[in-house]
């Protein structure tokens, strides 16, 4: 099962070139792949600060993709505490926290991720 970096979901959603092959071919694999709830939130954020457009919804990016989406649990906030700081932004750190405690692989082409020791999807 894979979770999608914010910038990955919002790649395969605009159908960029900048996905790489690897993760445009684990993401078109059958096989569950979740898009966090903090993916929508962190779109919102960029969205209205005016630094991100996107014709469709979240919610039929979603479904167009047949991706599930990703609730943030309590168990899973509760490890940012123990999380080194090898990477700043927050939600990046929350959807690190969200695979190590679901057991997911992480698409995303961030090389810090691998820092922490999380399962990535080949790029």
Not at 16 to 35: C, M, N, T
Not at 75 to 89: E, I
């Amino acid at each position: 099962m894979i979770l999608l970096d914010t910038h990955i979901f919002i790649w395969c959603r605009m159908k960029s070139r900048r996905l790489p092959a690897g993760i445009k071919r684990a993401v078109e694999k059958p096989g569950i792949v979740f898009v966090s709830y903090l993916s929508a939130w962190e779109i919102a954020l960029k969205q209205s600060l005016g630094r991100l457009e996107i014709d469709e919804s979240f919610e039929e990016g979603i479904a167009r993709g047949g991706f599930r989406l990703l609730p943030l649990s309590l168990q899973q906030v509760a490890r940012l505490p123990a999380l080194p700081h090898h990477h700043r932004d927050p939600f990046d750190r929350m959807l690190i926290c969200q695979a190590l405690e679901e057991k997911l692989i992480l698409a995303t082409v961030d090389p810090r991720f691998a820092l922490y020791g999380v399962p990535l999807v080949e790029g």
